[in-house]
């Protein structure tokens, strides 16, 4: 099975999905855990155990230069989600809502 768990929050909420993580390997031990997040949390993600890899959001281009570049905002989600989906994942889960998670997800 292979699943991907999106965050795209706070520190703090990355570090509550690692019990969401460690469950899921202990449910299904053979299945393949990939985190869907920004760019500045993606190198203490990999440090962790059950995470197969770490699919990275470049929080520069989404944000710090949003106001006068919406396109390099628009074209780092478009690459991203043609990634995420050639990887024709099982199982998404989001585990803190927004509507903007919504809107992604619909896209996965």
């Given at each position: 099975m292979k699943i991907l768990i999106a965050n795209l929050t706070r520190m703090g909420d990355l570090i509550q999905m690692l019990g969401l993580v460690g469950g899921l390997k202990d449910r299904y031990p053979d299945s393949r855990i990939d985190i869907l997040a920004i760019s500045s949390f993606a190198g203490i993600l990999r440090n962790f155990p059950h995470i197969d890899s770490v699919i990275e959001l470049d929080d520069k281009a989404l944000v710090d230069h949003l106001g006068d570049?919406?396109?390099?905002?628009?074209?780092?989600?478009?690459?991203?989600?043609?990634?995420?989906?050639?990887?024709n994942y099982d199982l998404f889960?989001?585990?803190?809502?927004?509507?903007?998670?919504?809107?992604?997800?619909?896209?996965?």
């Open positions: 570049d919406i396109w390099s905002a628009y074209a780092e989600i478009d690459a991203k989600l043609n990634l995420i989906n050639t990887a889960i989001s585990p803190v809502p927004s509507v903007q998670m919504s809107i992604l997800a619909s896209r996965i």
